[in-house]
């Protein structure tokens, strides 16, 4: 009887480490898909500057681009 107590407790005790595992996991994934959006958001605003200090350079006005790729062709001339 001793034994089968010892097997079970042994048993519990695998599908606790098991599962603290499997959390352990899920936290770093979400920590490196945080990274991620991080790091999608800093290119997001780096491309801003970026065209402002463009617009600035080449004396584009605001009013004159209506997107992206009428802010590529005005600076192309």
Do not use: H, P, Y
């Not at 959390?23 to 990274?35: G, H, V, W």
């Amino acid at each position: 009887m001793e034994q089968k107590e010892r097997i079970n407790l042994i048993n519990d005790i695998e599908k606790i480490v098991n599962q603290a595992r499997k959390e352990a996991k899920k936290q770093q994934s979400t920590s490196k898909n945080q990274r991620l959006q991080a790091i999608k958001e800093n290119r997001e605003q780096e491309k801003k500057v970026q065209r402002s200090f463009m617009r600035d350079k080449q004396g584009v006005e605001e009013e004159d681009i209506d997107d992206d790729l009428d802010l590529f062709r005005k600076l192309r001339r």
